[in-house]
């Protein structure tokens, strides 16, 4: 039976700090995507922009959650 491995405060630390950097780095995408859209007048590049912009949401809100489950989980 496999054992399960405790996570050492160090590791959590270290693990917050990651998602807090990719939080970060995430929401300045997501500026830089809202701007992208906002400023774009081709219809082709108006579509790229709205992909870009769902897919950087989407990262966005997956980090929140893992940042909610490492927050509850110490």
């Known amino acids: 039976m496999p054992m399960k491995r ?7 630390d270290l693990r917050r700090q ?3 950097d990719d939080l970060r780095k995430t929401k300045y995408a997501l500026d830089c995507a809202y701007s992208n859209f ?3 007048v081709d219809p082709d590049l108006i579509d790229c922009s709205i ?3 769902k897919a950087v949401q989407m990262r966005y809100r997956f ?3 893992q940042a909610e489950l490492l927050d509850s989980a110490t």
């Open 18 to 20: 990651q998602l807090l």
């Open 38 to 40: 906002e400023n774009v």
């Open 63 to 65: 980090l929140l959650k």
């Open 51 to 53: 992909y870009e912009l």
């Open 6 to 12: 405790r996570t050492t405060n160090q590791e959590t």
